[in-house]
């Protein structure tokens, strides 16, 4: 699976937008973009993914650059409850497994 | 639905000891991932499970851990022998078979410490 990279570490004004940065430059055709989340003493949480389209849901929305080299996790209206690490993975479609990284830290401030 | 259930939640256990975790997944999915989590780091893929078959094992971490999921429904991770790094937090995983749609569901995972 391709490696993804994403910043250590970003704060968010509560009420705001959170714009999480995730960059796959080595993603392959048929990988797909994931976007977990992982609050404190839970198990991770799936947000949303896509392969080349844009994609939204109740959650969140997943812009996907036309070279699909990099992608944009956004929260429209962050709250609190989004403070939590989140995580960026590409993966083939039915792979055997689901590499995740470091991810984001993402705080929300009050 | 009543989501992915660990057991148990915490595990205080000496080294040399055996433990066992057990994992159930939701009732109609078919594919059971296992990971472990240390402190500040992502979850660590371990195993994979379609219905009964382990289908990708290689990323155990010794020949100390092993994982069953006799009847295609609930999981075990065994650990013998267990050492002081041993120590984590075990996640356990499912979902259904969608070649373009899956998502995991995790469980809250079942906290080990090895004394």
């Known amino acids: ?110 | 639905d009543t989501g992915v259930s660990q057991n148990p939640r915490h595990k205080i256990t000496k080294r040399g000891q055996n433990v066992t975790f057990r994992c159930d997944p939701i009732s109609e999915h078919n594919r059971l991932y296992w990971y472990r989590q240390t402190l500040g780091q992502g979850p660590e893929f371990l195993t994979y499970f379609q219905n009964e078959a382990q289908l990708e094992k290689s990323r155990l971490l010794s020949d100390r851990f092993s994982a069953e999921r006799p009847k295609g429904s609930f999981s075990t991770l065994e650990i013998q022998r267990t050492e002081q790094g041993d120590s984590a937090m075990y996640l356990c995983a499912s979902s259904l078979d969608s070649a373009t749609n899956e998502k995991l569901f995790f469980g809250s995972g079942t906290q080990l410490s090895v004394l």
């Not at chain 1, 910043?7 to 004004?13: E, H």
């Not at chain 1, 714009?19 to 198990?43: A, F, K, M």
């Not at chain 1, 039915?94 to 995740?100: Q, V």
Request: aromatic share 8%.
């Open chain 1, 1 to 110: 699976d391709a490696k993804t990279t994403q910043p250590t570490s970003m704060d968010c004004a509560e009420g705001r937008a959170a714009n999480l940065p995730c960059n796959h430059s080595t993603i392959s055709g048929n990988e797909y973009v994931y976007w977990y989340r992982q609050i404190h003493s839970q198990g991770p949480q799936y947000i949303i993914h896509g392969l080349k389209n844009n994609e939204t849901n109740e959650m969140a929305s997943l812009i996907i650059t036309e070279d699909r080299k990099s992608s944009t996790l956004i929260l429209p209206h962050a709250t609190l409850r989004d403070t939590a690490v989140y995580y960026c993975i590409v993966r083939v479609a039915g792979a055997n497994n689901l590499f995740f990284g470091t991810g984001t830290r993402l705080t929300v401030i009050p």
